[in-house]
């Protein structure tokens, strides 16, 4: 079975209406989870808690989307 985690992280952006972060160091994380309901609650959670901030945002990353089984390894992760 394919293992499907998403990352759930956020913190105040430049500007509303971008999604570029004020300082990456800020940058909140959440947690990483295993399914999609899990992290859709968690970002629910942290999002209903920031709701007051315009420029606070958190965003729901499909970590298994960057990386595809079928392909093979790049060099770089032969390394590791």
């Known amino acids: 079975m394919t293992q499907r ?3 759930v992280f956020g913190g105040e952006l430049v500007s509303p209406d971008k999604t570029q972060f004020k300082d990456v160091k800020d940058i ?9 309901a899990s992290a859709h609650a968690a970002w ?24 595809d089984e079928e392909k093979a390894a790049s060099p770089t992760e032969e390394l590791g």
């Not at 007051?52 to 499909?62: L, P, S, V």
């Open 28 to 36: 909140h994380i959440v947690g990483m989870f295993p399914d999609y």
């Open 5 to 7: 985690l998403h990352l």
């Open 44 to 67: 629910k959670a942290q999002a209903q808690r920031t709701v007051d901030n315009a420029h606070t945002r958190y965003f729901i990353a499909h970590i298994h989307r960057l990386r």
